[in-house]
């Protein structure tokens, strides 16, 4: 093989390498892109039952309720408009309280009901979520909002 | 009276490496050499002046001088001393003050030490580099003073982020910056090449031991960082595809490429454009980690200083250091010629299989951290990538790379035979199979990586010791220790990470004292809760008592701890660490029942992750001393055949 072969052969082999890691990236991005979800999203995009997602929200006042095993949690997530129930078994995080952002890794069972792997634990009290920015934290809602479960 | 020392100081060393530069400018441009002798002890005393004025930093928040704002922000009187030293680099000022001292000493090191490059490359290297010092002086002067003086002076300071207050933070930092600062180092030594259009086996000997070098800091300080998430966080995981995690794992990729190019530079002249592509990218993936952790363009575990003019700075001098050196790049690349040719199968083949390999897995780690950015800045959608697209894209491409790895220490230079290749692998290839068989059949529910990753990780644990198979071991050069331990690392870290993802077990209950758990062969007992208190935190701590099948009773004390100054919790877990594994008990809330929620996780040969990073760490430490030893024996036999002659 001659110099400028070998160079050409080469670049070729780093093109399809960029090109394929792009395309794989790509495949599973389009996969996985829609990871984040807001109880909005949910409503209108309808993720599969058992397809991992991301829910960010805001935990809604005084749903936070403790179930009779002592680990598991149930809670709504609401992003100002929309409301998701969700349950979470596990030590929350400390910054896991009613009327903060929160963050969880998990997915829809066949009820609608959102089951939380991970509770995305942040470390600053003055975090919110960056996925959450863009969301009216206070809403329009009052404590005597009815839930839609 | 200290503060402004220290800030002087940092004029005096921002002037030097202005001087720095001027003198190679001058010098390049006039052709004249006696602008060249100036410059070493200039980069000397440019390292000594600009780490004066990091201690002077450290000496402030040792005393706690609560008239500087930086301290008042990021420090507590009560704090222990450890964690006021630590503290200095716990946040944004005072770490990119460790940034510029650690890249003033590199200058130092470079000025004092370096005596293989031409004196023309050399003078060229430690102009790039004070050009890149200059930018992040006057970034720190401008928009980051770390000496600021705040009135009226406060009676106490604000304290440390809890988390940040453990002896992971100690080490973390300073251990990765040395790593992306070893990265600026390999990044000017191709600037002055491309510069001097020195580019050769000489250079790439003079460059591999500073790329060795930043490559075993980055891999130690990721390594740190994974255990230090693992266990202060509370969470039990040790990778979380977090941006700010990928942003020390983008660099790694990198210099682990350019680690295994610049030795075929050396050895064999080949991939010369290519290694000075890597030396590129390499410090370009650490200025972009930079940006992205310190612009508040994203909020992290990890991220601190929300500030998007800083941010603005910083991506400016990415700018102008990357764009700067990629226009170089496309300028000189045609007037590096190649260097020597070689047959597809052949060691220099599986190190390209090996760079391309890292560059497409490099891409798509770089993808994933930056796609949520780039659709944010033209739409208003928000998403998030997580850890399901990076396992998808990057698990398969990473054991064809961890396979290639196995086989190419196996390759002759220049040119080889399959059928030779496949008998010197024969055996660890019947070992992955016999492993891939038995994992099939004894084993339940795996998920087809870990699978793949665990019976590859039994034939990579022999094959990499292959390289030594008919050797004289005494007489075998140190550096071929360190491959074979750094390979040998990968698998050890590869047994560990598939063991930890399938077999990890996992018992979450709500107990009261007395109840007894059992978690895989564990008897785990919860004792009692008792309030305990360390010397600026008062915890709740569970005693707990864990039994491994019948024998000696260890004990265990997860606790939460309230630290007054930041009112906040952190979640502090108790280890249990055996041979096979680690007991995993974390503390949470209590409910009206007096019940404790209790997380107790049994997680088969999690060590193994670490120790894995810790040896492929050794590795590349081994093999950096022992090419430094050689060079300089080499040297002194020519020196001596010379004065015989």
């Not at chain 2, 980069?43 to 928040?61: E, K, P, R, T």
């Not at chain 2, 998007?308 to 700075?313: D, Q, V």
């Amino acid at each position: 093989m001659k110099a400028k072969h070998q160079r050409l052969t080469l670049a070729v082999l780093a093109l399809i390498a960029l090109v394929g890691a792009g395309l794989l990236a790509a495949f599973a991005l389009q996969d996985q892109a829609n990871y984040f979800y807001t109880p909005s999203d949910i409503v209108e995009k309808r993720p599969a039952v058992g397809q991992a997602i991301r829910l960010g929200g805001m935990v809604q006042e005084g749903s936070i309720q403790r179930a009779e095993d002592g680990v598991t949690v149930k809670f709504t997530v609401h992003d100002g408009a929309t409301y998701q129930p969700a349950t979470y078994t596990g030590i929350t995080p400390d910054l896991f309280v009613e009327g903060s952002g929160v963050v969880a890794d998990g997915k829809l069972n066949a009820d609608g009901l959102f089951v939380a792997d991970t509770l995305l634990a942040k470390h600053d009290e003055n975090y919110v979520p960056r996925e959450l920015e863009g969301i009216d934290m206070t809403g329009n809602m009052t404590k005597t909002d009815t839930l839609i479960e | 009276m200290i503060a402004e020392a220290g800030l002087i100081a940092l004029w005096l060393a921002a002037s030097m490496a202005f001087l720095q530069f001027a003198l190679c400018a001058i010098g390049l441009v006039k052709g004249q050499d006696e602008f060249f002798a100036a410059i070493r002890p200039v980069a000397i005393a440019q390292g000594l002046l600009v780490s004066l004025s990091f201690m002077l930093l450290v000496w402030l928040f040792v005393r706690s001088d609560m008239s500087v704002k930086l301290v008042v922000a990021n420090s507590v009187a009560i704090k222990p001393l450890l964690y006021k030293i630590t503290g200095t680099w716990g946040n944004h000022e005072g770490s990119m003050l460790l940034w510029v001292a650690i890249m003033g000493l590199a200058g130092a090191c470079i000025g004092i030490f370096e005596r293989n490059l031409k004196t023309k490359t050399l003078v060229t290297t430690l102009g790039a580099q004070a050009f890149i010092s200059i930018g992040f002086y006057a970034y720190l002067l401008i928009a980051s003073n770390p000496f600021e003086r705040i009135f009226p002076v406060p009676a106490d300071g604000q304290g440390l982020n809890p988390l940040l207050q453990d002896i992971g933070l100690a080490l973390h930092p300073p251990t990765l910056y040395i790593g992306y600062v070893g990265l600026s180092i390999a990044f000017s030594f191709a600037v002055g090449a491309m510069i001097t259009r020195d580019v050769g086996p000489e250079f790439a000997k003079a460059m591999r031991p500073w790329v060795l070098g930043a490559w075993v800091f980055l891999t130690l300080g990721i390594t740190a960082g994974s255990y230090w998430a693992y266990y202060e966080l509370g969470w039990g995981g040790w990778w979380f595809w977090d941006p700010v995690e990928n942003a020390s794992l983008m660099p790694w990729l990198a210099a682990t490429a350019l680690l295994h190019s610049v030795t075929v530079l050396a050895t064999r002249d080949g991939l010369r454009a290519w290694t000075l592509m890597l030396a590129v990218v390499a410090f370009s993936m650490s200025m972009i980690g930079t940006f992205l952790v310190r612009s508040g363009v994203l909020t992290s575990v990890h991220a601190f200083a929300v500030d998007p003019e800083r941010g603005s700075f910083i991506l400016a001098l990415l700018a102008i250091y990357i764009g700067g050196a990629m226009a170089l790049f496309a300028l000189r690349v045609g007037t590096v010629k190649e260097g020597s040719q070689f047959e597809p199968v052949s060691r220099e083949g599986a190190l390209v299989a090996n760079n391309l390999l890292l560059s497409a897995i490099l891409g798509i780690v770089f993808i994933g951290t930056l796609y949520p950015l780039v659709v944010e800045g033209f739409t208003d959608e928000m998403i998030s990538v997580g850890a399901p697209y990076f396992n998808l894209a990057t698990g398969p491409l990473a054991l064809i790379l961890v396979a290639i790895m196995a086989a190419g220490p196996l390759l002759r230079w220049r040119r080889d035979q399959v059928n030779a290749l496949l008998n010197r692998i024969s055996i660890p290839v019947f070992l992955t199979a016999a492993a891939l068989f038995g994992l099939v059949i004894f084993t339940t529910s795996m998920s087809i990586l870990s699978l793949l990753g665990l019976a590859l990780a039994a034939g990579i644990a022999v094959a990499s010791f292959a390289p030594l198979w008919k050797r004289n071991l005494r007489r075998t050069p140190m550096h071929v220790y360190g491959m074979v331990l750094a390979h040998f690392g990968v698998a050890v870290a590869l047994v560990g990470m598939a063991s930890e993802t399938s077999f990890t077990e996992e018992k979450l209950v709500a107990a009261a004292p007395g109840d007894e758990i059992m978690v895989n062969n564990w008897k785990v007992t919860f004792q009692a809760i008792e309030p305990v208190a360390g010397p600026n935190w008062t915890a709740l701590e569970a005693r707990v008592t864990a039994q491994y099948e019948d024998q000696a009773i260890h004990e265990a004390a997860p606790q939460n701890r309230m630290f007054a100054s930041a009112q906040m919790q952190t979640s502090e877990a108790a280890l249990l660490t055996r041979w096979n594994g680690q007991l995993y008990v974390v503390l949470g809330d209590s409910d009206e029942q007096g019940r404790w929620q209790l997380r107790i996780w049994w997680k088969p040969f999690v060590t193994l992750i670490w120790y894995g990073g810790v040896l492929i760490a050794l590795g590349g430490l081994l093999a950096m001393v022992g090419r430094l030893r050689r060079a300089v024996r080499q040297k002194q036999q020519r020196a001596y055949a010379e004065a015989v002659l």
